[in-house]
């Protein structure tokens, strides 16, 4: 980073909305792409603010190395990796333990949502890259995953959708971006399978009173629900789509997994 | 994971939750009692802070040691902590030789986000020449025997490290330091830090759990709070979910049993 | 490699190589025939270069860093350029994580030779105070979707990428070096590079291998050439070898096929 | 290490004492404990001088990755690792060649105690961590690592009781301290089965005419001669401590590893 | 390197000779001697201008790890290294990516020349130790690892000659020095199955015009045949020196590869 | 170790045994015979020093480079020597690439423990200035050839290569460090070393074991001695152990052998 960032002196402006023009409990303009990759069994592209990731799914495979493998349910491994030129300072191209964390994490936000147990001795792998980074990357990656996870025909209970809320001047906000991660008084990433409410990621950096937290959690779960409506949208709609083109040529129609299409 | 031991393993799965359901647990504990706590400090003289924490069965030792150095860029006038965890081959039978893995990266993230987050060191008072020179503190956590649990005896530990700690004075002088023989001072802590975890086991919460509890629990949250009961960190973690009214109710549980460790901290800080 | 898979392979090998005996491949091109490049630059913001190439399914990205550093030893009036290559996981079923095997090595090192060669950067131009400060680039190559001949694509991605990257001003007193910001400018490039890659199947030739037709081949050589028309790196690889008069017939093929990668380049350069 | 170490004059004073009030061939203060982990199969604490040490044993067990199994014998397999805090200077947390070697050199030295031959092709894994250092902690830590072997109950041939002896200012001392060792003369661990008068471990480091070294070696026959009684009576206390217990409440007896006490 | 080289103004002198007095066309002076290793299946030392090396063969041998294995041939694995002191500022010791891809490189250009369909799920392993580089280690190191494999009685269809042309001073020339090789306008290593004009290594750095590729890659097939006619001599004295040690005692006679023999 | 490869061993073992019970070894040698040592020095022009040994069929190199570095902050007037071991796939069926392991790691701290303890370098001739700039020298030792005994082999190729290093003569102006060009000395050693290895073979004990002994001894002992006939380095090793009085007469064996390794080591230095 040559150029020094100036630290700003609020978050929140005097006519009530953020540095980005946002109300304080709106979502960052998103954009959710599928099928976008050749080789990958399912795959989605992502942007959400100035983030921008790809996701891709192989699996139900075979896995190496062989001894890894449990007897009774497929092997869930994400793999959160972010490009050297998608933060201010160049990242190293080594992997970071920030990395691995996150990749675990992100397996445990996922895992809860595939029934894993239909293919025993199996792999899935998610592997997902950063390629421009803009605050919020863990859950604009669960977003991106599990639409990957859908577009690879990999059967779920429910789609896992993600969002951060957090604290600024005081103020619960939505979706935070870069600065107010930097510079905001809480960041709390959740994660649910909305429509059975569970939640599978969850967690918080900054303080927050016990009242702050219920309403935090509160507008996480309406951020989230509207992230779930968009993840439908979109495979609902690229789903119509091969339907369409199947149509030109043969009529034969396609369907995906139900539990995604089921609860409109 | 073989066949017999996942039998074994749900064996057991069913007996806690059998106890649990009629209120108590394998070792007779009631389901929000923590277990006996016991801090030493002091305890390495060649560290610079040291602590010894026994919780049940677990035991966990933190050692500091300082350098002097250069602040990171961004926070020019901070010195630096960096928290670092090792879950020893001997804590426990699967731990294994080898670089940190995932469950230590997070016992160290954890700790470190609760300190980081409760504001109890004022990490300016660490610099030096700002820009320049500042303190940097190497605080390693080393797990010794596993019995469940760790995030909570690691916070303890860390903490009573820390108020072990002690800090030479310095001579500035343009931009040399040096640093003044045998005149060392602990460092002011502003409160203290409660990180207290909660098991989900089937559709039961229970505090503080040991090694056999954490080997069939679905999930795990833990919550730090400050002095003034304030949540400083969250980590939820495990391979299952919370259902959204669980989480509030790990909260209030994990608030309440808060009180122990700051009381069990008060005596050695 | 199974013996179904060796079979299938070549079942597979033998039906590619049937239909190019009569001029055509699998995705109807001729032999000689390239595939529909899309280049676009400028792709991601927090990159002070970038690109993103399209050739058929295969999509590479490439983003430059800039950092100040001093030069190597023995060029100490010249600027750095390190290039390096990943062959992400996503990108094909059997591509793994890790640190860069033999195939991403290559990779760098033949686009990387390519750029030097050709003299299309000056690298005195990234000087700034000889033997001192100088600009260095961090070069990053990432293969996202990988539908064969990534050395070509690579290729343009990264002279397009260099075409969008943008320095500051500096301004140097002494051997203080400030930067002046806002003030990015991009660095004059002369001339372009293009990449040929010819597979040898059986006893033909063909140009811009997809990665079925790599899977089954038995070598591949890579010319890069100037807009001179002059040879700037060769590469031969695979585990088979090319007959003598072979290797002149590959040139000959991939000098031809240099004219659409120019006109493209063109495009954005 | 901030305060700089002053280089001592001398290591033996005018009234033939060392600097830490020792006579020539005394060996320093200690503490040993065992049992002292509740997961490990076996454990032990050592105090030996300000040196702390605590060693653990696992096993016999199934070995992991398999191709290393033996088909005649366990594997024995030592590790020793130094705390970050346990030396002046901070010690990285990356293994060290030292610690390597280290390993190996105590693997060696506890080998031949063990009657590795009952345990085919399962490994047995002894850890040891130096919390804090203060010269000879390879003996120190073979003293710790016989215990808990011993504690674990595998079966041994002999305990392994080991001690350095040296030379200081022309004399020939036992037991080196941190200071003796670093500006000493020469330094020389030793490791026996004592009863069995086999040496496993025999190290030398510095300057010995081979007369000194005679009398060097002899000395050192004496300082593990008194560490073998001490590792003896603290099994021994164990042990009754232990059947005291079990006499309170059901007058079961549990027998000790022969080997152990036949020798007294 | 503590005295900086200076950089030489022209590589072709007045007299149409290179700075070390070879013709444009000349090879640098060559000793190949074969067997030089007691432990190794075969090995060969090579001195090509101040090029040190040693190649050594080990197989067809079991391959760890097993799953490496290929069913169907062996696999071969070339090793090139070089010794910290062989060139003039101190190398690593650590593996380079440039001694990864040299590896690589020189597999590819041996593999074509070995029968490996004989000796199916084993390993080939050729180690090759620079001890000493002056320019040319790949080609040269190929011309070693050559001769080990034949002197491991490795079946093959064929020597593997290798050697670079390049271009100095607008001037083609054959086997590149350090010098020409760091500063001249190009630089070609090739290898070849000599007699079977199989080009199984061919790379190229600098600037060609596709004349002059032309006249390059004739030029290095002349030195390629030179270096061939050597290797079979080396084998062949050796042959007879065996034969000759053999007939002393036993009269027996050793048939070595009748491949490395036929084409004289 | 497969079972056949046991057998085999044991068969092995058994015949070097009876052989020994006889007084001969395999080879025709006595029990206190040492092999045939042959030293060259100067063999690697690009090293600042450089020696080859061979002991029997065992070879091994060391190359010496130097560099201009600063002290170790304990020491500030000596220079540094790094010595390291590298025991090369080539030089025997079992050797493995990768970093060093164990073997090579215990050769390398032999070796060093020799040379340090023998006091035969003055390592403050190797500063130039105090707590500032001294010599560092890499001294890296290669095994090529592996038929036994390397701890003696490396020793000895170790000191011909200090003999037969030169380091330039130097200009010192204020804290700058100017080397002279053309200036190259040898630095003086102070007497020689020699490092003379005991096998225990059932209840004998055998001088300078070849490697077919080694794969079958019992453990090892190796003892380096100065001119002077002192002691200034043991390393038992192996899995077994010696009696205590074994280790006595092994050091007189040892004592008796370094005759020849002194007489070999004159011929050079």
Same mark, same amino acid.
């Given at each position: 980073?040559?150029?020094?960032?100036?630290?700003?002196?609020?978050?929140?402006?005097?006519?009530?909305?953020?540095?980005?023009?946002?109300?304080?409990?709106?979502?960052?303009?998103?954009?959710?792409?599928?099928?976008?990759?050749?080789?990958?069994?399912?795959?989605?592209?992502?942007?959400?603010?100035?983030?921008?990731?790809? $996701?891709?799914?192989?699996?139900?495979?075979?896995?190496?190395?062989?001894?890894?493998?449990?007897?009774?349910?497929?092997?869930?491994?994400?793999?959160?990796?972010?490009?050297?030129?998608?933060?201010?300072?160049?990242?190293?191209?080594?992997?970071?333990?920030?990395? +691995?964390?996150?990749?675990?994490?992100?397996?445990?936000?996922?895992?809860? +949502? /595939?029934?894993?147990?239909?293919?025993?001795?199996?792999?899935?792998?998610?592997?997902?890259?950063?390629?421009?980074?803009?605050?919020?990357?863990?859950?604009?990656?669960?977003?991106?995953?599990?639409?990957?996870?859908?577009?690879?025909?990999?059967?779920?209970?429910?789609?896992?959708?993600?969002?951060?809320?957090?604290?600024?001047?005081?103020?619960?906000?939505?979706?935070?971006?870069?600065?107010?991660?930097?510079?905001?008084?809480?960041?709390?990433?959740?994660?649910?399978?909305?429509?059975?409410?569970?939640?599978?990621?969850?967690?918080?950096?900054?303080?927050?009173?016990?009242?702050?937290?219920?309403?935090?959690?509160?507008?996480?779960?309406?951020?989230?629900?509207?992230?779930?409506?968009?993840?439908?949208?979109?495979?609902?709609?690229?789903?119509?789509?091969?339907?369409?083109?199947?149509?030109?040529?043969?009529?034969?129609?396609?369907?995906?997994?139900?539990?995604?299409?089921?609860?409109? | 994971?073989?066949?017999?031991?996942?039998?074994?393993?749900?064996?057991?799965?069913?007996?806690?939750?059998?106890? /649990?359901?009629?209120?108590?647990?394998?070792?007779?504990?009631?389901?929000?009692?923590?277990?006996?706590?016991?801090?030493?400090?002091?305890?390495?003289?060649? $560290?610079?802070?040291?602590?010894?924490?026994?919780?049940?069965?677990?035991?966990?030792?933190?050692?500091?040691?300082?350098?002097?150095? $250069?602040?990171?860029?961004?926070?020019?006038?901070?010195?630096?902590?960096?928290?670092?965890?090792?879950?020893?081959?001997?804590?426990?039978?699967?731990?294994?030789?080898?670089?940190?893995?995932?469950?230590?990266?997070?016992?160290?993230?954890?700790?470190?986000?609760?300190?980081?987050?409760?504001? /109890?060191?004022?990490?300016?008072?660490?610099?030096?020449?700002?820009?320049?020179?500042?303190?940097?503190?190497?605080?390693?956590?080393?797990?010794?025997?596993?019995?469940?649990?760790?995030?909570?005896?690691?916070?303890?530990?860390?903490?009573?490290?820390?108020?072990?700690?002690?800090?030479?004075?310095?001579?500035?002088?343009?931009?040399?330091?040096?640093?003044?023989?045998?005149?060392?001072?602990? /460092?002011?802590?502003?409160?203290?830090? +409660?990180?207290?975890?909660?098991?989900?086991?089937?559709?039961?919460?229970?505090?503080?759990?040991?090694?056999?509890?954490?080997?069939?629990?679905?999930?795990?949250?833990?919550?730090?709070?400050?002095?003034?009961?304030?949540?400083?960190?969250?980590?939820?973690?495990?391979?299952?979910?919370?259902?959204?009214?669980?989480?509030?109710? +790990?909260?209030?549980?994990?608030?309440?049993?808060?009180?122990?460790?700051?009381?069990?901290?008060?005596?050695?800080?």
């Amino acid at each position: 980073m040559l150029f020094e960032e100036k630290i700003p002196e609020k978050l929140i402006r005097n006519d009530g909305l953020r540095l980005d023009g946002r109300k304080i409990d709106e979502l960052r303009p998103i954009k959710f792409e599928v099928g976008v990759l050749s080789q990958a069994d399912g795959s989605a592209y992502v942007e959400q603010g100035r983030n921008k990731i790809i $996701a891709a799914v192989y699996g139900p495979r075979e896995l190496h190395p062989k001894h890894l493998a449990l007897q009774d349910r497929a092997l869930l491994r994400c793999l959160y990796r972010m490009a050297t030129f998608s933060v201010s300072e160049r990242k190293s191209p080594a992997p970071s333990r920030r990395e +691995a964390e996150l990749s675990t994490i992100i397996t445990q936000a996922l895992q809860p +949502a /595939i029934f894993l147990e239909y293919y025993p001795r199996t792999s899935i792998d998610v592997y997902i890259e950063i390629i421009e980074a803009d605050g919020g990357t863990r859950c604009a990656s669960i977003n991106a995953a599990s639409l990957a996870l859908a577009d690879a025909g990999i059967p779920l209970r429910d789609l896992v959708a993600a969002c951060a809320v957090g604290k600024a001047d005081g103020q619960i906000i939505l979706d935070l971006n870069d600065l107010e991660d930097k510079y905001g008084e809480a960041d709390m990433p959740m994660a649910m399978l909305y429509r059975r409410g569970d939640v599978t990621l969850l967690q918080m950096d900054g303080q927050f009173t016990i009242d702050e937290f219920n309403k935090a959690l509160e507008l996480g779960k309406t951020g989230i629900s509207k992230i779930y409506q968009l993840q439908k949208e979109t495979l609902r709609n690229k789903y119509l789509s091969i339907r369409d083109e199947v149509a030109d040529e043969s009529e034969v129609r396609i369907e995906i997994s139900k539990e995604v299409e089921e609860d409109e | 994971m073989s066949e017999v031991y996942k039998i074994v393993s749900e064996i057991e799965r069913n007996q806690i939750i059998a106890k /649990i359901a009629k209120g108590k647990r394998l070792d007779g504990r009631s389901l929000d009692e923590y277990r006996t706590i016991k801090i030493e400090t002091g305890i390495v003289s060649k $560290a610079d802070g040291s602590a010894k924490v026994e919780l049940g069965d677990t035991k966990v030792i933190v050692g500091i040691k300082f350098e002097l150095g $250069a602040p990171f860029p961004d926070t020019p006038e901070e010195g630096v902590i960096t928290l670092s965890a090792e879950l020893l081959p001997m804590a426990f039978p699967t731990f294994e030789p080898g670089p940190p893995n995932f469950d230590a990266i997070e016992l160290a993230r954890v700790v470190d986000r609760g300190i980081r987050h409760s504001d /109890i060191i004022d990490r300016k008072q660490l610099c030096i020449i700002p820009s320049k020179k500042v303190w940097i503190l190497f605080v390693d956590i080393y797990v010794l025997d596993s019995d469940g649990n760790l995030f909570d005896a690691s916070s303890m530990a860390t903490l009573a490290a820390l108020k072990n700690l002690k800090l030479p004075e310095v001579k500035v002088t343009g931009e040399e330091v040096e640093i003044i023989k045998d005149s060392l001072n602990p /460092i002011p802590l502003k409160g203290k830090l +409660a990180a207290v975890t909660i098991a989900k086991v089937g559709d039961y919460l229970i505090v503080d759990p040991d090694s056999s509890e954490e080997r069939i629990m679905d999930a795990r949250i833990t919550v730090a709070f400050n002095e003034e009961g304030k949540i400083c960190a969250i980590q939820k973690s495990g391979e299952s979910s919370f259902r959204y009214q669980e989480i509030q109710n +790990a909260i209030t549980l994990a608030k309440n049993a808060s009180v122990k460790i700051f009381n069990e901290l008060s005596k050695v800080m």
